[in-house]
């Protein structure tokens, strides 16, 4: 059997488009001029993937679970859980996670500013400090903060259910409820509900925002929870592959899927954010630099889906343009062992400004891999490749026999 090779899944975030009219009807990815990524068409078999099933919009939470090989149906519960753990708090089986917002509420519970003037660090510190340690009958609270005003609460303990609806209005207005979605989570919404008051009760007086009032800030004066969901009780990736696997991601929620999934989650210098100004080259370095000590690496690269949903096709082309000056280097360094694929979690059409269902490009690129005759990588020339139309969950298993690692199935 041949030796082993090592696997880099590169996730061009949004990637995917539909025919722009003001491009001549090309997509963003067809306008743009590629020369590294359609050198890996030129050199690689080439295909299209629907991550979920066709004509299904994906999420990118459950886009990555697919494409790290699972079937989102059976193991995604909700996004809270990759919320809370994409800040570093994992749960454990039987937790309820909630993605939360300290928001600002007026005497009668009105929200009049969902992120609170965007609160930030330190002062969320010193508030989420209030709220450690928080019990309701036998239910522990655990708060951890994200980005700016935003944050993640765990409850733990026994009896408890995700089927509860959000408390945070989506809106300026009166705080919502949280109620029961099934009836075994009467419990549980109430654990919220309560909660919540006395997250109130706590912030309102808070030194901090005290202080905030003085200058005329609003206060961050309640915790808002929403997207309730269950921590998935899923095989992790190193086991279920027999690889060593690192992520390499700015945006929160999906380092929290790949914690979840046992991947090791590497910490980024401030320069790869995930935003528009991310440095991709700084970005693929560390991808590279992590193959040396895994067996996988999954690099997310976000900026195309950010101009996806700002409806801007020409930032989208600048930022593919980008993305391609990120691919020279990668084409440069590449160990030779090394089977890559490129391609995205989902589309996300600059005419929708939202992910669609339809089915991105994808090109596996390896020393021994068939070149297929694909001109070039974009949604319509990949569709001619050999690969044909799979689905996001083929892809790891595809990679695996690539990189002679499947276990053969019979003699
Ligand atoms: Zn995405
Ligand atoms: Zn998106």
């Known amino acids: 059997m041949a030796a082993k090779g090592r696997v880099l899944m590169v996730v061009m975030d949004g990637l995917g488009d ?6 001549s009807a090309r997509t963003p990815l067809q306008k743009a001029r590629t020369p590294n990524l359609d050198w890996f068409a030129r050199n690689g078999s080439s295909g299209i993937m629907d991550v979920i099933a066709p004509g299904v919009r994906p999420g990118s939470d459950t886009a990555h679970l697919a494409l790290l090989g699972y079937d989102p149906y059976e193991v995604y519960a ?9 800040i570093g708090l994992v749960g454990k089986k039987g937790d309820v996670a909630f993605r939360c ?25 010193e508030l989420l400090e209030a709220l450690q340690s928080l019990e309701f009958s036998g239910v522990e ?22 089927e509860v609806s959000d408390v945070d209005p989506h809106e300026l207005g009166p705080v919502w409820e949280s109620k029961p979605l099934a009836p075994e989570a009467e419990f549980t919404a109430m654990t919220v509900n309560r909660f919540v008051r006395r997250s109130h009760e706590i912030l309102d007086g808070h030194p901090v925002n005290e202080a905030r009032r003085a200058e005329g800030k609003p206060p961050a004066n309640i915790l808002l929870p929403r997207g309730a969901g269950a921590f998935p009780d899923i095989v992790p990736f190193p086991q279920r592959t027999g690889m060593s696997a690192a992520c390499v991601a700015g945006v929160g929620m999906i380092r929290g899927i790949c914690k979840v ?12 954010t995930g935003g528009l100004s991310t440095d991709m080259e700084r970005k693929a370095e560390i991808a590279l630099e992590a193959l040396e000590e895994h067996d996988f690496v999954m690099l997310n690269v976000k900026a195309a889906d950010i101009s ?27 160990p030779e062992d090394v089977v890559m694929a490129l391609t995205a979690d989902h589309s996300t059409p600059v005419s929708v400004g939202d992910h669609s269902g339809d089915p991105v490009p ?5 020393r021994h891999v068939v ?37 053969k199935f019979g003699a």
């Open 141 to 162: 609270a655990i708060v951890a903060k994200g980005t700016e005003h935003r944050a993640a609460l765990i409850l733990r303990g026994q009896g408890l259910s995700p």
């Open 308 to 334: 996806g949903h700002d409806s801007l096709p020409d930032q989208k082309v600048e930022v593919i343009e980008r993305i391609d000056r990120m691919f020279a280097l990668i084409r440069e360094r590449l």
């Open 18 to 23: 539909r025919a722009v009219p003001e491009f």
């Open 362 to 366: 994808l090109t596996i690129h390896s």
């Open 261 to 272: 999934c046992g991947l090791d989650v590497l910490e980024l210098p401030d320069c790869c």
């Open 371 to 407: 070149r297929d005759g694909t001109e070039g990588y974009d949604e319509a020339s990949c569709a001619k490749g050999r690969l044909g139309r799979i689905r996001g969950k083929d892809l790891m298993p595809i990679l695996m026999d690539l990189a002679n690692r499947s276990e």
């Open 78 to 86: 909700g996004r809270g859980p990759f919320e809370a753990a994409g």
């Open 101 to 125: 917002n300290f928001a600002t509420v007026d005497e009668g519970m009105n929200v009049i500013d969902r992120r609170a003037g965007r609160i930030a660090e330190p002062e969320t510190d």
